[in-house]
């Protein structure tokens, strides 16, 4: 049971260190990384939302929700300590030092803190669209972008669980 648990824990570690090589945006009928290798989400658009003060705003403001929170970071690290201390108990242990309790506890408080980020995430994609449409009432070329695209290629709500590459 505890091997599987770490086991589920490193995969989804590799699952979201990969998750951003997808996104393009079609750019005078050529695709464009929207978020390029620098490591901030958005910032291949930048080149061109910059010429729009409206459009320079809302992405800054998108990049600057998207950072990491210490409360996310702090709530992963107590998760794993959790985890960890729960593989070096007995079973003699009771109440609060119980080996499951720490275990259960640390596994649910890192899947709080991936789901409270996930959430957070795709909440604020909404600043990164709302930029490209303000570049494109006033600018040209067109940004043509979705940032909500199932595997058919249809517009929607994405939650994350699946990445085509």
Known sequence: ???FI????????????TETCSRVATINYQEVLVDAGSGKMGEGLRFY??????????LNEYQERNKPTIWSASASTVGSFLVLS?????????????KNTLLYSGVMLIALSYLTSKTMKYSN??????????????????IYFSPFKDNNGQNGVGFGVQQRF
């Open 1 to 3: 049971m505890r091997f």
């Open 6 to 17: 770490l086991l589920i824990l490193i995969y989804s570690g590799n699952i979201i260190a």
């Open 49 to 58: 939302l910059e010429k729009d003060p409206e459009s320079k705003k809302l």
């Open 86 to 98: 729960s593989l070096l108990q007995t079973n003699e242990s009771s109440g609060l030092q119980n």
């Open 125 to 142: 994609e909404k600043y990164l669209k709302e930029a490209v449409d303000q570049y494109n009432k006033r600018n040209s070329p067109r």
